[in-house]
């Protein structure tokens, strides 16, 4: 079987080219989308990850507000920044950039964003909003899971979808996109016996787990749909330190129908759907917007 490889990076350029008139149009209503993004501490993975989403929102015309708090932040100090920002009509969205020091509750400051400028889509509101079907920003890697798959042209209403990963930022909201597009949705976790017996019923599989190349070829039906979420470094052999994701990709190049690359898969998705999220935050907050 030829397997169809899912081009992120390429479909993440057309989404970013399609964001120009919309910035255009809120132009010409004096409004400039607007994305705060903080980062607390010096995490160096978090750093390039902040450093990639702002550069994406000014490629896009949008401008980018950074604020660069020490670790040593307290959770009031983040939370007064939070409010500030929250007032200011020059930022549409905001973003926290997680994971946040120990001392920091992540719940209460995504509880503090307002849920209008959540451009992640992690406040209590939004989850709401899209587990009823009313998604107001739908939390960017899940989309980019889902924009992947339509753009492979997957058909999902009535097929099993097996989402492996139940994170709140990943796997839940994954699964709630799926049922949408009716789906049969599976969900497994690190509890889950027999892993491969459930994967192997899968017409599409979503590996959302961060454990590396955990899904072998022989755990996936022939001719399935498979979306690599996962990051994870090689840690061992001649490729040690370079990025794999969560499923055996090699493997499966000849047994899946279409897969997602890492890196050029799920990640430029989710880094190319925060500009767009910004986008429609200034598009609910412009006059008749
Ligand atoms: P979390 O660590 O929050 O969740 C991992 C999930 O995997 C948990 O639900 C866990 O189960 C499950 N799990 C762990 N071990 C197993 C196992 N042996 N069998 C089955 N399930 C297991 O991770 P995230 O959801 O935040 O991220 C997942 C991966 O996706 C990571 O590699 C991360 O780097 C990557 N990622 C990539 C993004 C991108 O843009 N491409 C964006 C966000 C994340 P349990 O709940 O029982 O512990």
Redesign the pocket.
Known sequence: MKTQVIDGAALARSIRAGLGARVTALAGKNARPGLAVILVGEDPASQVYVRNKSRACEEAGIASFQHSLPASTSQQQLLTLVGTLNRDPAVHGILVQLPLPKHISADAIIRAIAPEKDVDGFHPENVGLLATGNARFVP??PA?VMRLLAHAGVELAGKHAVV????N???KPVALLLLEKHATVTI?????PD?GAVIRQADVVVA????PR?IGAEMVKSGAAVID????RIPDGPNAGKLCG?VDYAGLLGKAGCITPVPG???P???ALLPENTVRAAEFAAPNG
């Open positions: 960017c890697t980019g492996v990963g139940r994170s930022i990943v796997g497994c976790h690190s509890r889950t892993l959302a787990v961060g454990k955990m979420v996962g990051i994870n969560d898969g799920v990640g998705m989710t880094i």
